[in-house]
């Protein structure tokens, strides 16, 4: 059996607005890699064979698929964060002693969990079940339900583990409304679609490039008197995302007068997503190299020129901060790391062929909880069963909200009984933006609270209480953001211009750290994706098409064990009380932030060559 | 159009029905529900679905059934019998080698074939002497040259390196930390 779907006969979707959602529902084709159909067969190769024969007639409209900061379409995001103008940043540049005028630039860069994204679906009369793999199952129903023109309640989504997402799977994205569809044709049916890893850099998101023109004016003391950040970065027609990379140079450091503008340029390219902390990992790049250049030219030592612009109140807000470390992240790593010895001239230092040099970075993300999740608690044959729709992507959550209940209801972790990732269960927020575990970890703490107040100490089986995570009150008083600081030792080859890491430490400010174990593994992970960034990661889009043409592993390249050697990750000792009652600000995502920059400066500081375009690739540091 | 083939899957015999374009990775996941070997990338690109055949650790999306007749095919599941752990899979655990765990069946049947390939004194690009004449010492090096066909993008590389430094201690010389 085999069966053709096309946008001739797809269901009509209720809600057309989001173009990557829309798929199937007209003749249009939004760019290259797109779904115009799918076939429908008993075994996957008679369904790939039968993709292959269909016959696809397409007239060429004009389109335009090449990413340039001065392009004429750059234009402001709809919704998009505003812009930061303060002072007279023209006069304040003219004044200043020292300008930094420098552009960077980051590529596309491809999530690429080890799980590509995979949906089986059936729908049972007007009812529809998705097992998939998602950062959200609550979220992915808000999303799909009314563009399926069906109530939330009429829609399951079961996601009870996820092979990684680093934002891939944090928005449903149009694989899973294609299997919806597919089994839409062919009701009753059970219909399973694992999207291919090469379609994957089309469909599932991606981070989309950025360029970050920055004119920094400071005093000969390194203090900072004029900022500009004018960013800029792809979009796609089909549906819009900014990255916006301006995020973090918004709280960063001090500095009177104050330009900062966001824009984005629509292609017709593949629609882009969250990928691991989107906006502070590009944005960062940028700021902490401008940063190393700054230092440069003040005969200043990086951290030195972090700590005399280290802002009183949050320069964006006006707001005090919450527990601002960032010196103390940058005076401890640099203790650990044995930055005291080294020497700050360029080209410094050369061993066997190598050119050797050390840089650092900071780090930041914003701490925030989500409000609305819920948690139900009910004791069952002597067990308490903790629910709530959240999700594991490899993150520990099964673990670590496990040790949360445990806690709050002062019981051992083996009386708990967790279930996550069901719809069925209580409403919970996504996995992103590192706000999982406080904000679901809130909930399980309101659900005990009242679990015991309701059911007290010898609840009887059958006892259950539900509690809320409201939003953190916190957050509208503090600008609360958690801090780090990246080290990092590289070689470069004199003749080749092979560019190595020798070694990498990591210095945090996260809150209260509820499991050093996975902790350790989320930071782990974080520097690790940063060493991609900075050495390997670039999705090469042509110009003529729109797609990535480097759209599998063994050419979009990712970090290897072999490109990984001694990694280090050390945190304060530290407790949130502001960011809620765990104490805890999330860890997912500052790992990446700020580490491709650490290597990028420390590659100058080995060779005297500043690369501002990642990744760093070795033919960079040859003489040209 | 169906074509037999006999195959011993983690010590078990099976005979099946494939079709010539099978994969012994979708024989494994679609016709006999092993889901221990993974599909990261179907291209041998990734090593998820890393499985030993007849010893050798291979890619089995690169590898189709019907050419395996006769074949011995151990997964990782293959390697815990009765869910008893094998010296690899405790190591992992207790140097948390993992997060999302998609990686790990490949990366386990892929330490398990390089174990045995530097007890038999096979050299690696990071070997000095090509000629080992004898067991080669996993170094760091060694170990992350070895296991860089395996990827893993949440990146717990540093931990895999210290787990199967683990797993080889435990057993020195013998290859045979995987059994």
């Known amino acids: ?624 | 159009m169906g074509h037999p083939v006999h195959l011993v899957i983690d010590g078990q015999q099976h005979d099946l029905i494939v079709d010539a374009r099978t994969t012994l990775l979708d024989a494994l996941r679609d016709h006999l529900g092993n889901m221990s070997p993974k599909k990261g990338c179907d291209h041998g690109q990734c090593g998820a679905c890393t499985v030993l055949v007849d010893g050798r650790r291979l890619n089995s999306c690169l590898l189709l059934a019907v050419s395996l007749d006769g074949a011995e095919v151990l997964t990782s599941e293959g390697l815990a019998p009765d869910g008893e752990l094998s010296d690899l899979h405790q190591a992992f655990l207790e140097q948390d080698a993992f997060q999302c765990g998609y990686c790990t069946p490949g990366q386990i049947c892929s330490a398990a074939g390089m174990l045995r390939e530097a007890a038999d004194g096979r050299p690696s690009v990071v070997t000095e002497d090509t000629d080992p004449g004898g067991p080669v010492e996993l170094t760091e090096d060694e170990i992350r040259e070895r296991m860089s066909g395996n990827l893993c993008r949440c990146g717990a590389y540093v931990n895999i390196v210290a787990a199967v430094q683990q797993a080889a201690a435990a057993q020195p010389g013998t290859g045979e930390a995987g059994r």
């Open chain 1, 1 to 624: 059996m085999a069966l053709v779907l096309t946008h001739e006969d797809a269901l009509r979707l209720a809600d057309t607005e989001d173009g990557e959602l829309a798929i199937l529902q007209d003749e249009g084709i939004g760019f290259r890699g797109q779904y115009l159909g799918a076939v429908l067969a008993e075994t996957p190769e008679t369904a790939r064979h039968g993709a292959d024969l269909v016959e696809i007639t397409t007239d060429v409209a004009p389109h335009d698929a090449h990413f340039r900061h001065d392009h004429p379409q750059v234009r402001e995001a709809e919704g998009g964060a505003d812009d930061v103008e303060t002072g007279d940043v023209e006069a304040a540049l003219a004044a200043a002693e020292i300008v930094v005028d420098q552009r960077y630039s980051t590529p596309l860069e491809h999530n690429n969990p080890m799980e590509p994204h995979t949906t089986i679906a059936r729908w049972d009369g007007e009812e529809l079940t998705l097992w998939t793999s998602t950062q959200g199952v609550h979220p992915a129903r808000q999303a799909l339900a009314p563009i399926l023109g069906i109530e939330p309640e009429q829609l399951r989504i079961i996601s009870p583990h996820v092979g990684g997402g680093f934002g891939s799977k944090g928005v449903p994205h149009a694989d899973m409304m294609l299997t919806a569809l597919a089994a839409r044709a062919v009701p009753g049916r059970t219909v399973k679609y694992a999207v291919s890893r090469q379609h994957m850099f089309a469909i599932t998101g991606y981070r989309p490039a950025t360029s970050q023109h920055f004119r920094i004016g400071a005093g000969p003391d390194g203090t900072i008197t004029a900022f500009v950040l004018e960013a800029v970065s792809s979009s796609s027609h089909t549906k819009e995302f900014p990255e916006e990379a301006i995020k973090p140079s918004r709280q960063m450091y001090a500095g009177e007068h104050r330009r900062i503008t966001q824009r984005l340029l629509p292609l017709d390219i593949a629609v882009p997503s969250w990928m691991r902390a989107p906006g502070e990992a590009s944005g960062m790049v940028g700021l902490e190299m401008v940063m190393d250049e700054l230092a440069e030219a003040c005969g200043l030592d990086p951290i030195e020129l972090r700590a005399r612009n280290e802002p009183v109140l949050d320069p964006d807000t006006g707001l005090p901060f919450n527990q601002r470390r960032l010196l103390d992240c940058l005076r401890e790593g640099a203790e650990r790391f044995g930055w005291a010895e080294r020497d700050p001239r360029p080209r410094a230092r050369r061993e066997g062929g190598w050119l050797i040099g050390t840089g650092v970075a900071s780090a930041t993300y914003p701490a925030s909880r989500q409000p609305g999740s819920q948690a139900r608690i009910r004791l069952t044959a002597g067990s308490y069963e903790v629910g709530i729709g959240a999700a594991d992507l490899g993150t520990g959550t099964w673990t670590a909200l496990t040790q949360v209940a445990a806690d709050a209801l002062e019981v051992d972790p083996e009386q708990i009984t967790l279930q996550i990732g069901d719809t069925s269960l209580p409403n919970a927020t996504v996995a992103g933006g590192s706000t999982g575990l406080a904000s679901w970890g809130t909930a399980v703490m309101a659900a005990a609270q009242t679990f015991r107040r309701e059911h007290g100490r010898a609840p009887s089986d059958g006892a259950e209480s539900t509690g809320e995570a409201e939003e953190n009150p916190a957050e509208e008083e503090l600008a609360m953001h958690s801090y780090g600081a990246h080290f990092a030792q590289v070689s470069v080859q004199e003749t080749t211009g092979e560019i190595r890491v020798d070694r990498m430490l990591g210095m945090f400010s996260a809150g209260r750290i509820i499991n050093p174990r996975t902790a350790r593994s989320q930071f782990l992970g974080g520097m690790t994706m940063g060493v991609g960034m900075a050495l390997h990661e670039k999705g090469e889009l042509d110009p003529r098409f729109g797609h990535v043409v480097n759209h599998d592993l063994a050419e979009y390249h990712v970090p290897v064990n072999a490109d990984i050697r001694s990694l280090e990750v050390h945190w304060l000792d530290e407790e949130d009380p502001q960011a809620g009652p765990l104490g805890a600000r999330g860890i997912g995502e500052i790992g990446i932030v700020g580490a491709a920059a650490a290597i990028a400066n420390a590659a100058h500081h080995a060779t005297g060559v500043r690369v501002r375009d990642l990744p760093l690739f070795g033919s960079d540091f040859l003489p040209r």
